[in-house]
Each structure stands twice: as structure tokens, then as C-alpha cells.
């Protein structure tokens, strides 16, 4: 079955600056690599996502680049403010209507 | 649009018990996953349901069921209680196309405690 690595598991960086989490998928069948964040006490939604047939898509300050070949996503926030601060989880969607989540990220953003 | 309820929000249980949490759906949506996430292992996948039968499962012993009913709504059992279940159990809900992935809604949660 599929396998998500998601690294690291805590990031810390400081207000303005770039955030990246980076995160590999087992089943080259995946095709589908949504990201939610989830801030302290609340549900996860999703921010981005990426379909196979697409190597790069960018909203605002976040972005997610997928390398099909190597089997790995990541996703990009620039100039980072401090409502970025929430854990972030990666997935990968098989198309068997599972969808398999990294162990998450915990994103500090420091004034 | 209604967003994904869940209830009840918090459960607090002995070990050996039985519960029962419930999941309501986005209005016309027709899939309804579920999710334990505890600190230690983030969001594991329990099961799956489009139109009342389960589509997907993963990797928890029997002690977890769930169903869905015609109107989507999904409930979720654990019997025999344990220690380690303690966690929010979340649900969410998707379209669900025939051949296409869709965003899943998360809902708020329902937070099990077992003593």
C-alpha cells in the first residue's frame, strides 16, 4: 500500500522568511498530493493540492512542486507571517479513494 | 452550504465500553471517510463509505465498524474500548466523482477520552 514521508517534523523560521516541507510517496500510481494545514484545536483544510499531469502550481505565498520520477512533493511558503503557524500535512491519493497522510509538520513562525 | 458536523464533539469513556460517533455529510455529498489522528501517529485511515457500502479500510482491527446510511450520514462503532483509542476521530466528506479525485471536508472532530 502506499507510504507517505513527510519531513521535517518541526520547522522553525523566522517571520518573513521560507518555509519548506518536503514529503515521498511509495505507489507511483499515486496522483492526486493534497496539503492541509491545521491550526491548534481546529479541523484540517486544505490549502493546496497538485494532480500528476502538473509539476508546479502556486497560490499567493504557498506553492507545491511534485517530481513524479523521484516520488516526492513539497510544499513552499514565502514570506511567511505568523497566521502560517499550524501543523501541515501532506497526502497522497492512490485512487481507491484512500487518502494516505504524511505524519505532519509543525510550522512555528517567530516575530 | 452546511459544513461536515460531527457528534458529539467529546466522549469520555471506560475501558470495555462501547461508542457510537456520527458524521453528516455536505449536503449532496456522497463519500464519507474516517480518520483517527493521535499525536504520536497523525491521521490514520479507518474506512471509507459511498452509498452505503465501504469502499475502503485501513489497517484497524474489527473492534472498528462503521455504516452509512441512504442519506449519507456515517456512523462509526468501537467496541471493547481501549486506552490507545483515545483520540479525535475525525470524518470527512467528498463529491466523489466516478474516476477523479475530489477535496475532502474535514469536520470538527470528536474528541474520545477512555479512562
Known amino acids: 500500500g502506499e507510504n507517505v514521508e513527510q519531513h521535517p517534523s518541526t520547522l522553525s523560521v523566522q517571520e518573513g522568511d521560507s518555509a519548506v516541507i518536503k514529503c515521498t510517496y511509495s505507489d507511483s500510481a499515486s496522483n492526486y498530493f493534497p496539503w492541509y494545514k491545521q491550526e491548534l484545536g481546529k479541523r484540517p483544510q486544505l490549502i493546496i493540492d497538485?494532480?500528476?499531469?502538473?509539476g508546479e502550481k502556486k497560490d499567493q505565498r504557498i506553492a507545491v512542486t511534485l517530481n513524479k520520477t523521484a516520488k516526492h512533493f513539497s510544499l513552499h511558503i514565502t514570506e511567511t507571517q505568523p497566521e502560517d503557524s499550524a501543523v501541515y500535512f501532506c497526502?497522497?491519493?492512490?485512487?481507491?479513494?484512500?487518502?494516505?497522510f504524511g505524519q505532519g509538520t509543525r510550522l512555528t513562525i517567530n516575530p | 452550504k452546511a459544513g461536515v458536523t460531527q457528534t458529539p464533539r467529546y466522549l469520555i469513556k471506560t475501558r470495555g465500553q462501547q461508542v457510537t460517533l456520527s458524521c453528516s455529510p455536505i449536503?449532496?455529498?456522497?463519500?464519507v471517510s474516517w480518520y483517527q489522528q493521535t499525536p504520536g501517529q497523525g491521521l490514520q485511515f479507518l474506512f471509507e463509505y459511498f452509498s452505503e457500502t465501504q469502499r475502503n479500510k485501513g489497517n484497524f482491527p474489527g473492534r472498528f465498524s462503521g455504516r452509512q446510511f441512504s442519506n449519507s450520514r456515517s456512523e462509526m462503532n468501537v467496541s471493547t474500548l481501549e486506552l490507545g483509542d483515545s483520540a479525535l476521530y475525525l470524518c470527512a466528506s467528498m463529491l466523489s466523482g466516478p474516476s477523479s479525485y475530489n477535496e475532502q471536508f474535514f469536520g470538527p472532530g470528536t474528541r474520545l477520552t477512555v479512562l
Open positions: 497526502a497522497a491519493y492512490q485512487g481507491a479513494q484512500k487518502l494516505v
Open positions: 449536503s449532496g455529498h456522497r463519500s
Open positions: 497538485i494532480r500528476s499531469n502538473v
